[in-house]
């Protein structure tokens, strides 16, 4: 696996190559040696798996320059019943991707060697949304959820995720513990002006340190990333963020990764780049990353 900042990371493996929420940096003006760029994408990517329609993880300027790679298009499917819930297929085809998947919780992709899944992703869309999955990829004995900027709002999910696809051994996730208010994004889809109480209790947030050492104890992962917390320089003017290491959900990653560590599972926080080894090749797993390891 390759991470390419926030939540896109390649997967190849068995012949198939499969990429997550691409959101890939153009190659910058003065080389810069701590990121990937289109140019280090293979020629073909055989899956493209798309979590959500947030504008960090549905990113049509990726998309674009990625259509003519991209084999299969899978997306969640939506109800066209809440204020925002797009059917993102509808949009990929109007963006001229001929193949387009949409699925729901518990569909999945047979590979060679392998299996995709989706699962359900539970929080951060302020209740309105419903076009949004985790996906489970399984190659071997190898299981690898991805689980965006999911919360584990409740554990028993992720406990019959695990009685049916059987244990994950890695898993990729969200720990922005803060979010968005609920009108930061959604406010103009709504008919009327959100009071402040429901702007801030319906935040768009993934996991807190707590959350997300649940979420890991009860599919039994072994080693866990965190990623999509939008970091990286190259996401700055779509995030809007600074990023300072004093930041709240910073404080809640370090302890989660001490907690984790505490309770035997690898842990650490992605960014930038990095490759990520798994499966027969564990023992090969190295870090290139600019500044992982926390
Ligand atoms: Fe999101
Ligand atoms: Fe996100």
């Not at 994408?41 to 991209?70: M, N, Q, W």
């Not at 990829?137 to 696809?165: M, W």
Request: net charge negative.
């Amino acid at each position: 696996m390759r991470y390419f900042g926030h939540a896109t990371v390649l997967i190849e493996a068995e012949g198939t190559t499969i990429l997550t929420d691409p959101f890939i940096s153009v190659s910058p003006e003065v080389a810069d040696r701590n990121r990937l760029t289109f140019r280090d994408l293979p020629a073909r990517i055989d899956y493209v798996l798309i979590t959500h329609g947030h504008h960090d993880h549905f990113v049509f300027e990726s998309l674009l320059r990625l259509r003519h790679r991209i084999g299969t298009l899978v997306v969640p499917r939506n109800t066209g019943i809440y204020y925002g819930d797009l059917s993102l297929k509808q949009l990929a085809q109007r963006l001229g991707f001929k193949q387009v998947v949409e699925m729901d919780a518990l569909d999945s992709i047979s590979l060679a060697g392998g299996r995709m899944t989706a699962i359900p992703f539970l929080g951060e869309h302020c209740d309105l949304l419903h076009a949004k999955l985790g996906y489970v990829v399984r190659f071997g004995d190898e299981q690898i959820l991805f689980a965006a900027d999911s919360c584990c709002l409740d554990k028993y999910l992720y406990a019959n995720i695990r009685k049916t696809l059987g244990p994950i051994t890695t898993a990729f996730i969200g720990m922005e513990c803060i979010g968005a208010p609920l009108s930061w994004i959604y406010s103009p889809l709504l008919p009327v002006k959100s009071e402040r109480e429901h702007d801030q209790s319906r935040r768009s947030h993934a996991n807190g340190a707590d959350s997300a050492l649940e979420l890991l104890q009860t599919v039994g992962a072994n080693t866990a990333y965190v990623y999509a917390l939008g970091r990286e320089p190259w996401l700055k003017y779509f995030m809007a963020l600074e990023p300072t290491d004093d930041d709240p959900y910073m404080v809640e990653i370090r302890k989660f990764v001490v907690a984790a560590q505490t309770h035997g599972i690898d842990a650490q926080m992605l960014y930038g780049k990095q490759d990520l080894f798994c499966g027969d090749k564990a023992h090969l797993r190295y870090v290139k990353g600019t500044g992982g390891g926390l």
